[in-house]
């Protein structure tokens, strides 16, 4: 019987944070992916869950503040080329805010934006999908029917 090669796993929480039907995302402030659009998320710490850490990057990158009974499961995505800088697996929650939520720019995120769900918004990693899913998980209706593609680096 082979052994098979062990591999360090990144567990990793995003949220598809929703306000009147445009989802919000942050510029990413280095590689990889600099400049490039991305959900809010990231690492969990130690002793935390993925929903605490979802929770707390929405807060850290956007200064929305939510609570854990908000989120819902999209889903986890552990494709093993989801990542370039390695093997990660994330929890993606969506949730949606009142009309009159701000957000502003933190952390990591250089800049935040809300976008209608359209089949053109080129993201990082695999987040096309997991809109695409958050998308149909809340029956909102994308501003194009095409298939939303994740955008991989050459």
């Avoid at 510029?27 to 400049?35: I, L």
């Avoid at 053109?120 to 096309?128: E, G, V």
């Amino acid at each position: 019987m082979s052994e098979k090669p062990t591999e360090a796993v990144q567990l990793t929480a995003d949220v598809v944070c929703v306000r009147d039907g445009k989802i919000l995302f942050i510029e990413r402030g280095w590689d990889p992916y600099k400049g490039s659009l991305a959900l809010p998320g990231g690492y969990l710490d130690a002793g935390e869950t993925a929903k605490e850490a979802a929770v707390r990057e929405l807060g850290e990158e956007t200064g929305i503040e939510i609570r854990e009974a908000d989120l819902e499961l999209v889903g986890v995505y552990d494709e093993p080329d989801r990542d370039p800088r390695g093997r990660f697996v994330s929890v993606a929650y969506v949730v949606t805010v009142p009309a009159d939520t701000v957000a502003t720019a933190g952390d990591d995120a250089v800049a935040v934006q809300w976008q209608a769900p359209t089949s053109t918004l080129r993201l990082a990693f695999d987040h096309n999908r997991i809109v695409g899913d958050a998308v149909t998980k809340l029956g909102l209706q994308p501003v194009s029917r095409v298939r939303f593609n994740p955008r991989r680096t050459s």
